[in-house]
């Protein structure tokens, strides 16, 4: 019995839950015009002084004055769900998804102005592998295929926003390219001679040899004559000659056949109807978003997850990546009302050997809670900033490459190379590939309020534990930067306009009130 009402009152809540403010203003309303009417009618009915009254009460004009009020409490939750921007989002898709969101955050008792709100901008569907690698336990949502699913985690809503925005279309044909080449770089290379390996180290550069620390006093060559073995010596010889240009090239030899053949952009096209369509429905969900959580901030930090190996897939991707993601950042901070905190996260890096071999020598326990990237706060994304931002973030990420190369004895270990690819990456296409998407991505131009860049960090999202690394870091970052959040600057003055208003409208109702008063009083 007890568990039958409890299941009652669950399923009454989960149905209150939908009910809008303007719908409720609307029906209090008509509860009391009701209450009042029918409290007149008792009165003059009851009352033999009121007879006039009694005789005018009669009930066909008792059910006008009763349609009258239906009709003036519909007119009013029209007005209060323009007021309150609660008109529901047109795509049938986002609609049922919204709809299942919240019902699910029902049923578990949490309202959305209860917990702080981050939104996760998630072209490739990376969300749960994220969660996962971070060792977030997380609530999961029924309707796993919807573009908009709400996750709960340790005190915190995430909104999943996927197959929305500028980045989707994007990301959708990047992918698409990524498979297309193949087919015909088989046959480019099906006649070549694929050369073998013998050096394997990082770009030639000035200070590489500085900075790597690369020495063998005791003048050893590697014990290991397998695959992988690298000579000491002629790694230290290459990299005291930056004159040598022979370094990494029969690295890239290994991997030639997917490496070497990288086609341009300039055959992914993106129609503007689809974008526009696109930006349309990612504006109704930070409208319905911004209704919901009202009083509060719509959210509290902004994640962007994006696949390490499209950001390296072609030449040039970084800029197109970074274009998509300033227009949808720019719409979220226009609908939204808010400049949040940015995290950018570099998902899947486990696809590169070298990551994988960089997690093994740093220990997988300790991996996880390490951060390969760079983020000391939320800062004002000028130009000048964004690229003091970008050298820092590669300062970072190639010196912890480089301290696990330091070692003059790992240099010789099975796998060496690998690191040495990754670190030539590092000073390399994946360094200008970073850098093009976080400087065409938040460098401000023009009359924009600048966004507050929080964090670009590299993380691996494998299923496998081994292939699991830097990514809790980038969650308790996301978290830790919440009380950044500010509003722009025209939220604030809207919102001054409507205080203003509201003030202007209660000295009126005042007003009329006393006018009122003294209307009915004046001959007494």
Known sequence: MFDKMSERAANLRVALAGVSAAAWIALATFSGLLMLTGLAWLLAWNNPVWVPWGTYLTLTRGLSLLGMAILACAAEYLLFRIWFDETPIPDRELRAGWTAGLRHLAREGIRLQSLPCFMLLDPTDA????????GIRVQRPEASDSPVRWYV???????????????????????????????????????????????????ADNNLATSLELDDPQGRKSADSGFGSID????????????????????LALDQVDDTYTPGMADIHISSTEIARQSRRLADVCRRLTACRRPVVPVN????????????????????????????????????????????????????????????????????????GWGIGPSRATQERVAEFCEEVMR?????????????LSVGRPGAYRLFRLMSSLRGDRSEELQALI??????????????????????????????????????????????????????????????????????????????????????
């Open 153 to 203: 985690a340790e005190e915190s809503l995430f909104l999943v926003v996927q197959k929305l925005g500028c980045l989707e279309p994007l990301t959708k044909e990047l992918n698409e390219a990524r498979r297309r080449p193949y087919r015909y770089a088989m046959q480019t290379y099906a006649h070549q001679t694929v050369p073998q390996p013998s050096l394997v180290t990082a770009t």
């Open 127 to 134: 969300c749960e592998s994220w969660f996962d690698a971070a």
């Open 232 to 251: 000491v010596h002629a790694v230290r010889e290459a990299l005291q000659n930056p004159q040598s240009n022979t370094i990494l090239n029969d690295s």
């Open 439 to 524: 400087t065409h991505g938040f460098a401000s131009e023009g009359t924009r309020e600048p966004d507050l860049l929080a964090e670009v960090s590299i993380a691996a999202t494998g299923i496998q534990p081994t292939e699991r690394a830097f990514a809790g870091s980038t969650y308790r970052q996301l978290i830790e930067n919440q009380e950044f959040v500010e509003w722009t600057v025209a939220s604030r003055r809207r919102e001054r306009q409507y205080r203003w208003l509201a003030a202007i409208c209660g000295g009126l109702s005042i007003m009329a009130a006393l006018v009122l008063v003294a209307l009915l009083f004046g001959d007494v």
């Open 396 to 408: 970072v990420l190639r010196s912890t490459v480089g301290r696990r190369l330091r070692d003059p």
């Open 301 to 372: 930090g902004i994640g962007v997850l994006l696949p390490d190996g499209l950001l390296s897939a072609f030449t040039g991707t970084g800029a197109r990546l970074g274009q998509a993601l300033r227009h949808d950042l720019d719409l979220l901070q226009q609908e939204l009302g808010v400049i949040a905190p940015v995290s950018v996260i570099v998902v899947g890096a486990e696809e590169d050997a070298g990551m994988i071999e960089l997690i093994r020598r740093s220990g997988r326990d300790q991996s996880k809670g390490r951060r390969l």
